[in-house]
């Protein structure tokens, strides 16, 4: 797989060429200038070659299989029976909840499309059968149970037309919160974001690679309280009692048993940064030096009482 500075036309052309077509595809439109490329190997590394050759962005992905293309079509009958096998029932979503936009589909329209056709259907089976009812789930989403994750197997990821779809069905957004091991999304989000909206948004991830994750999710919430402020109130306290069950501290569905305590969040404080340019401590001289002796043992000399002072030394 080969990340490039290529729009989805411009891509799609390159991928048409005589000595490409057929070896490679479009896996994944990341954003208005950004694709990936998917695979056979070898034509990978010319393309590779060629778009450098010609100072155009190109950098291979560090995996092991050419997702989202031809190469991953010998896997699907055997992944389909496979997740068929599982029964897989899908709720309910929330009316009132998240807008989920599909990847695969690039937009809300044709999914919704696909779920009432799969109503229709189920409804039409059950009229001929009233007593099969394997294929109504009951949430009217049994289009996305089987056949949907296969299509996101081999089909390309429409990351930007889901994004756009998005910011214009689901907007506008105060800030964006990547759930994931690492903010990998920011650049190509933040292209498309400029190119939808004109401007970015505020935008975090709730884990960083190489950085723990408690700290980084804690900074993420912090960095999202910073910039909405009341506008969007954030529960602080049950994001500290969700650590309680590890240590022994009564919290959310923990029952306090003996010498547990609820710790209270203080609220209403400063909202200003704290000033450091005056001390509030007062330390004498004499601890002071003691504290701070800067000179080692001398054999002859010894070492500084702590009552010294630069004009009479002791």
Same mark, same amino acid.
């Given at each position: 797989?080969?990340?490039?500075?290529?729009?989805?036309?411009?891509?799609?052309?390159?991928?048409?060429?005589?000595?490409?077509?057929?070896?490679?595809?479009?896996?994944?439109?990341?954003?208005?200038?950004?694709?990936?490329?998917?695979?056979?190997?070898?034509?990978?590394?010319?393309?590779?070659?060629?778009?450098?050759?010609?100072?155009?962005?190109?950098?291979?992905?560090?995996?092991?299989?050419?997702?989202?293309? !031809?190469?991953?079509?010998?896997?699907?009958?055997?992944?389909?029976?496979?997740?068929?096998?599982?029964?897989?029932?899908?709720?309910?979503?929330?009316?009132?909840?998240?807008?989920?936009?599909?990847?695969? !589909?690039?937009?809300?329209?044709?999914?919704?499309?696909?779920?009432?056709?799969?109503?229709?259907?189920?409804?039409?089976?059950?009229?001929?059968?009233?007593?099969?009812?394997?294929?109504?789930?009951?949430?009217?989403?049994?289009?996305?149970?089987?056949?949907?994750?296969?299509?996101?197997?081999?089909?390309?990821?429409?990351?930007?037309?889901?994004?756009?779809?998005?910011?214009?069905?689901?907007?506008?957004?105060?800030?964006?919160?990547?759930?994931?091991?690492?903010?990998?999304?920011?650049?190509?989000?933040?292209?498309?974001?400029?190119?939808?909206?004109?401007?970015?948004?505020?935008?975090?991830?709730?884990?960083?690679?190489?950085?723990?994750?408690?700290?980084?999710?804690?900074?993420?919430?912090?960095?999202?309280?910073?910039?909405?402020?009341?506008?969007?109130?954030?529960?602080?306290?049950?994001? &500290?009692?969700?650590?309680?069950?590890?240590?022994?501290?009564?919290?959310?569905?923990?029952?306090?048993?003996?010498?547990? !305590?609820?710790?209270?969040?203080?609220?209403?404080?400063?909202?200003?940064?704290?000033?450091?340019?005056?001390?509030?401590?007062?330390?004498?001289?004499?601890? !002071?030096?003691? &504290?701070?002796?800067?000179?080692?043992?001398?054999?002859?000399?010894?070492?500084?009482?702590?009552?010294?002072?630069?004009?009479?030394?002791?």
């Amino acid at each position: 797989m080969l990340a490039v500075g290529l729009s989805w036309d411009g891509a799609s052309g390159l991928c048409a060429r005589p000595e490409y077509v057929g070896r490679i595809s479009v896996a994944a439109a990341n954003s208005p200038t950004s694709v990936t490329l998917s695979g056979d190997a070898d034509v990978i590394d010319q393309v590779e070659a060629h778009l450098t050759a010609e100072g155009t962005f190109a950098r291979k992905l560090k995996v092991d299989m050419a997702y989202h293309s !031809r190469h991953m079509e010998a896997c699907a009958p055997a992944y389909l029976a496979s997740l068929r096998s599982c029964g897989i029932q899908v709720q309910q979503p929330d009316p009132v909840g998240c807008v989920w936009v599909s990847s695969v !589909r690039g937009d809300v329209d044709s999914v919704l499309a696909d779920v009432e056709k799969d109503d229709n259907d189920n409804n039409d089976a059950n009229d001929d059968d009233d007593d099969d009812d394997d294929d109504d789930d009951g949430s009217r989403l049994g289009v996305v149970r089987d056949q949907y994750w296969v299509d996101n197997l081999t089909n390309p990821v429409l990351f930007e037309p889901a994004v756009e779809c998005a910011l214009w069905r689901a907007g506008p957004f105060d800030a964006v919160v990547e759930v994931g091991p690492h903010p990998a999304l920011k650049g190509p989000a933040t292209n498309i974001f400029k190119a939808s909206l004109g401007a970015s948004l505020p935008y975090v991830s709730v884990m960083q690679r190489g950085h723990d994750e408690v700290e980084a999710f804690s900074s993420g919430l912090g960095y999202l309280w910073e910039h909405l402020g009341s506008a969007v109130p954030i529960d602080f306290d049950g994001y &500290r009692r969700a650590f309680y069950a590890f240590d022994g501290v009564a919290g959310a569905g923990v029952e306090a048993g003996a010498g547990a !305590r609820t710790p209270r969040l203080v609220k209403s404080l400063p909202a200003y940064r704290w000033d450091h340019s005056k001390v509030h401590w007062r330390e004498s001289r004499l601890s !002071r030096n003691f &504290r701070l002796a800067d000179r080692p043992y001398h054999g002859l000399l010894g070492r500084r009482t702590p009552d010294s002072t630069p004009g009479r030394m002791r």
